[in-house]
């Protein structure tokens, strides 16, 4: 086996050993030395590969980050197919995905906020770029956020064990809130709440209008 091809796979070896101490131990057992343990390698091969407890959390989260963010693409090319807000649905089905894998992403979640809070800035970075991209596409941009805010509120509950909801009810929520068409009613109330209001200041900004008004009330004035 070639050195790069041999220091890969040591690598995913120790991520794979991080992951295996973190679930099963919790986050404050995860330290290099467990992680040679745990995957057989020396120490100071684990050091070639990560010179930092800080360093395999960062690792963890990329990885997890990449895996999510392939799944997203390949969704969103479907999604342009049926329904005209492509970037919420992948963002929806992502999170629900995150659910049914979520051994990984949860604990390399929960170490990282556990050892360096700061590491939760490149998820955050991420949300930041996706909701710029719902926000754009959407009818009702605050709608779209509730959407997928419920769905991330329904990921996290389940991942920190806070969930009171059967599976059964969970994936019939996130099919609503993949279903376009039962919240088009609120959209649709939505716009056409906002045009008498713009209808309304349009004419009464109109000069014509104002005339109008003008001459009707000299046309009513009583003659003394």
Do not use: C
Not at 51 to 80: C, D, G, N, P, W
Not at 178 to 200: F, M, V
């Amino acid at each position: 086996m070639d050195n790069p091809s041999r220091s890969e796979r040591s690598r995913n070896a120790a991520l794979e050993a991080a992951i295996t101490i973190v679930t099963r131990d919790g986050p404050g057992r995860l330290t290099l030395d467990a992680i040679a343990r745990e995957s057989g390698l020396s120490k100071g091969g684990v050091m070639h590969q990560f010179r930092t407890k800080e360093a395999v959390l960062r690792a963890l989260l990329e990885q997890q980050m990449a895996h999510f963010e392939e799944f997203s693409k390949r969704y969103i090319e479907k999604a342009r197919e049926t329904t005209d807000q492509p970037e919420l649905a992948a963002q929806i089905a992502t999170l629900r995905e995150a659910i049914s894998t979520p051994r990984a992403g949860a604990f390399a979640l929960l170490a990282a906020m556990n050892e360096n809070p700061e590491l939760m800035a490149m998820p955050r970075d991420v949300d930041v770029k996706k909701i710029a991209l719902m926000k754009a596409e959407a009818r009702d941009p605050d709608l779209a956020l509730l959407r997928w805010a419920a769905a991330r509120g329904l990921l996290l509950s389940s991942l920190f064990g806070l969930s009171s909801l059967s599976d059964a009810e969970r994936d019939r929520l996130f099919e609503r809130l993949l279903d376009d068409s039962k919240w088009a009613p609120i959209e649709q109330g939505t716009t056409e709440a906002a045009k008498p209001a713009g209808t309304a200041a349009a004419r009464a900004a109109s000069p014509r209008t104002a005339g109008a008004r003008a001459a009707k009330s000299v046309s009513v004035r009583k003659p003394r």
